[in-house]
């Protein structure tokens, strides 16, 4: 068995098309969906996270505002700067690229965000509301990561899901996603004995550690879709994920490459969340 690539490129440019035609109808109605993106220093590989999204922005009808500073700026005037855009009616989703410098609490920054402008879905707020089953906007990279499972066409309802990695950011919202699309899910992490034992019963494998090759063709349920969430660097410098790519897709039924796979869907679920943002403000 060769399993099926996730094409997270094609997905992206299916669901960015749609993202431009409710962005027109927004803009017939006066409002043009606005994202406003802080970078404080000079981070590379932040620099180009931040660049990415910014002209994926411009090139699907929203208006982008890049704000850089740097490293050196006050927590206090990041504070002063969110609350402005809070209070700004054409901004409708603000994101602070992380991390940010040491001196300024990540925590503070997170919460000093508009709830409804909150489309990175980090805050506590936000959080609270994927546990309880409310809507609101969910964090950009576990929801690519279900558009990504969606499109195999496979029901959710039964299959057993192993999440690797307990982050705030992916793992546990990406649980909760799973959860909610009655899958039955397993959280493993680095606590966690024998990891093949839990993901040679998953139908589903999430890898979300930036650990590579910490899933391997053994590792792996004959079948099973494997979404790979991980950004690192091989021997030879290329990019690679969580997940030892070319051993596991003999083996797996659905796989998503690295990259190609979720990166590319991070960033058009966060335009899906301005959009939302925007259309809700009305």
């Known amino acids: 068995m060769t399993a099926q690539i996730i094409d997270g490129v094609a997905l992206s440019k ?28 000079d981070d590379p590989a932040s620099a180009v996270y931040v660049r990415n999204k910014v002209k994926a922005c411009q090139e699907h009808g929203l208006h982008s505002v ?5 490293a050196t700026l006050p927590e206090a005037d990041l504070l002063a700067r969110i609350a402005a855009l809070n209070a700004d009616p054409a901004i409708h989703g603000i994101l602070v690229q992380m991390p940010v410098p040491r001196h300024v609490d990540p925590h503070k920054v997170i919460a000093a965000i508009a709830t409804s402008k909150d489309v990175d879905g980090f ?9 309880t089953g409310l809507s609101g906007l969910r964090p950009a990279t576990p929801y690519g ?3 990504m499972i969606e499109s195999t066409g496979i029901d959710l309802k039964g299959k057993h899901a192993v999440v690797i990695g307990r982050s705030n950011t992916v793992g546990k919202p990406m649980a909760l996603l799973l959860l909610q699309a009655n899958a039955t899910v397993t959280v493993c992490h680095s606590g966690t004995p024998d990891l093949g034992q839990f993901t040679r019963q998953a139908d589903v494998v999430v890898a979300a550690v930036g650990r590579r090759n910490t899933v391997t063709a053994g590792m792996v349920k004959p079948g099973a879709i494997v979404i790979d969430v991980g950004m690192n660097r091989n021997d030879e410098g290329k990019l690679c994920g969580d997940v030892d790519f070319a051993g596991v897709r003999e083996v797996a039924g659905w796989i998503t490459p690295v990259p190609g796979g979720v990166g590319p869907m991070t960033i058009t679920m966060l335009l899906v969340n301005t959009l939302q943002a925007a259309e809700a403000a009305l």
């Open 123 to 131: 805050s506590v707020h936000s959080a609270g509301a994927l546990m």
């Open 66 to 70: 890049l704000e850089k500073y740097d």
């Open 14 to 41: 299916h669901i960015r098309a749609e993202v431009g035609r409710r962005a027109a109808a927004l803009a017939a109605r006066g409002t043009t969906p606005g994202l406003a993106v802080i970078l404080v220093g």
């Open 145 to 147: 990561c279900m558009k």
